[in-house]
């Protein structure tokens, strides 16, 4: 059973470019307490970032880098044979560039979750978590961390305690489980979840008895600080609405991962 009584919301924003307008971000960012803005590797640009920053200032929204590959043409989710000394540049870059528009509108990032094929290869192999955690302790020790929850658990808080940060872990409400707790791929039929009654079920599950239920029928033991909401997804508002209603009725506060990591 679930012991904490508090728990984030967390949804991926700002990933518009130019003319091109992606996502439900106006409607999404006041229903959630953690914003992760993309910072022009793999979508938004200077613009977007300035303007999603000022989109979760006016709705007490904490704000925090998403960093990807520098891949707009596959909106940053194929896998990138890169160094860890590029992933490391990467992430310094694109952190940088978030801080530095926070800053302006005085705000202080929270948090830093990497997007799409960065995330998938840190899940497969720890060492790009560890090496997000070293430039991480290094900008800022009070940032947090965002990984995967699942079975790794303990190795990850290890590296959060190796480098001085915290580490909150993700559940993703509106994606489907394999049984080894990894995403499926975007890739197959049904990875995306847009039945907001099948996703409420499975947050419900998850807060109350720490299971999910992956797409072979396997129950995974999760637990989780943060439940991610795609501002992609077409029904992305009725679900997050709905769960919201969810872990009200589950005697849950809804706050960001700062008030209690």
Known sequence: MRKRNKIDLNS?????????????????????????IACGFHAGDPAVMRLTVALAK????RVGAHPGFPDMLA?????????????????????????????LQGMKLQHVKAHGGLYNMAVKDP??????????????????????????????????RRYGIRVAFEFFADRAYNRDGSLVSRRESGAVIEDHRLVAERVRKMVTESKVTARDGTEIDLTADTICIHGDNPAAVRLVKR?????????????????FL
Request: aromatic letters at 8%; zero cysteines.
């Open 58 to 61: 006016g709705h007490g929204v």
């Open 127 to 160: 060492e790009i978590w560890e090496t997000m955690a070293e430039v991480i302790s290094s900008l800022d020790k009070e940032l947090i961390l965002v990984v995967i929850a699942g079975p790794r658990k303990e190795e990850l808080l290890e590296i959060g």
């Open 75 to 103: 909106f940053g989710r194929r896998y990138i044979e890169a160094t860890l000394e590029e992933i490391r540049d990467y992430i310094t870059y694109q952190i940088g560039a978030l801080q530095a528009f926070a800053a």
């Open 243 to 259: 769960i919201r209603e969810i872990l009200f009725d589950s005697g849950i506060e809804i706050t960001s991962m700062g008030n």
């Open 12 to 36: 991926d924003v700002g990933e518009s470019f130019g003319v091109y307008k992606i996502g439900l971000d106006e409607e999404v960012i006041p229903l959630v307490s953690s914003a992760n």
